[in-house]
């Protein structure tokens, strides 16, 4: 039964995880991008069998999950809970009829248990549909396996004489001990989307374990349903790549060389040239229109922008001059005030990098251009502050 029950739920899980190439091919999530915390509080009810009475009352759970989106689609999370356990029993008077059948005894009876799961998730709706960072609703199956921890005596039922009783696997131990059991589950996640950060949960569960009733039941597995509502908190906010669109690490460097001869010519002019008039200093020394990109949803500088910054700060603080300092965002990506708050963001972020490089506030100005169409041949081209001088 146990090695049933995690071939079913890896089989499932290896399902969800494999599925959507094409949608693998067209995002990606970098690095430390997209890992969520969740946490879910609901109620669940325990079959014990149909033998044994049935689906015992509601009772609460509660669950925290750490995880990750690959992409889009694909994503991966682990999950630990606590709840109260209830179900029915009818064979735990350890007795038999004159007919030599088990007497039937119905007893209400629960537990305290502990859980910690694996799933594999498969969000439906982006599959389909194709991915909307403004999307309010997503549907998303998942599945795994996991270990249920209770206290046990793992006894069983033998015949013995004309009485029914039961006997321990542990001899002469009388009492229950903490154990784990084997458990697989699918279930069906919706998520309402409330900010890049935020989002609202509904869960439902359906699980199968192997028995932890012991001698007070003859079913070999327990069956139990979870739902629940809860919230995801993605930390940084949700941040997909589109893999035609990922700037090419190598064309950065190729532009940071650039700027670096270019500040280094400067430099090497002869005296004369560079202080005939205080115009002719700053025409010399300007630049003009010099690219720091980001990633897509993202205002934060990495470490080629940062490199970037730095180059221009050098030249600015050299020329004298003024400079806008102007942002862009892909029109073909999110909202119009998405963009227009991310070129905003964007922006701010390049200003107090060259702030904090020691460029005086009266050199420069900050232009916010939201969403446009691409500025050169590739839309991630287009998420980028341009440095310069009209």
């Given at each position: ?62 669950t ?29 008077s ?127 597995s ?12 993605t ?8 893999m035609?669109?990922v ?12 700027l ?8 090497n ?122």
């Amino acid at each position: 039964m146990k090695a049933k029950l995690i071939l079913l739920s890896l089989a499932v899980a290896g399902f969800a995880m494999s599925a959507s190439a094409q949608t693998r091919e067209k995002y990606t999530s970098n690095g430390a991008d997209n890992i969520f915390i969740s946490a879910t509080i609901g109620g669940s009810t325990t079959y014990s069998g149909k033998s044994e009475g049935g689906f015992g009352k509601i009772a609460p759970h509660v669950t925290v999950s750490l995880g990750k989106w690959f992409n889009p689609v694909i994503g991966i999370r682990a999950q630990g809970g606590l709840w109260r356990t209830n179900y029915y029993t009818n064979h735990a008077s350890g007795a038999i009829t004159s007919a030599g059948q088990l007497a039937r005894n119905k007893q209400e009876n629960h537990k305290s248990m502990g859980v910690v799961r694996l799933d594999g998730i498969y969000n439906l709706t982006n599959a389909i549909m194709g991915y909307d960072p403004d999307r309010l609703f997503t549907l998303s199956v998942f599945a795994g396996p996991g270990l249920t921890f209770t206290k046990s005596a793992n006894g069983i039922f033998r015949a013995d004489g004309q009485t029914m009783t039961y006997q321990r696997i542990v001899p002469g131990n009388k009492t229950e001990k903490m154990r784990a059991h084997i458990n697989g589950s699918v279930g069906l996640l919706g998520k309402f989307n409330v900010s890049p950060e935020l989002d609202v949960d509904v869960e439902v569960r359906g699980e199968v374990a192997d028995s932890y009733l012991g001698a007070k039941s003859t079913a070999s597995s327990i069956g139990a349903i979870y739902a629940g509502l809860g919230l995801t908190y993605t930390i940084g906010g949700k941040k997909f790549v589109k893999m035609t669109q990922v700037v090419d690490n190598s064309a950065l460097n190729d532009e940071i060389n650039r700027l670096r001869q270019e500040l280094a010519d400067a430099r090497n002019k002869p005296a004369e040239v560079r202080t005939v008039t205080e115009t002719k200093t700053v025409t010399e020394t300007k630049f003009n229109k010099t690219p720091i990109f980001f990633k897509i949803g993202s205002s934060k500088l990495d470490a080629y922008a940062k490199a970037a910054v730095k180059l221009v700060a050098e030249g600015i603080k050299s020329s004298g001059g003024t400079y806008k300092v102007q942002a862009y965002a892909d029109k073909g990506t999110g909202s119009v005030a998405t963009n227009q708050k991310l070129t905003d963001a964007r922006a701010k972020a390049v200003y107090d990098a060259l702030i904090a490089e020691g460029v005086s506030a009266n050199q420069l100005e900050i232009v916010s251009n939201g969403g446009v169409a691409n500025l050169f041949s590739e839309p991630e081209t287009t998420r980028v502050v341009i440095m310069g001088v009209e």
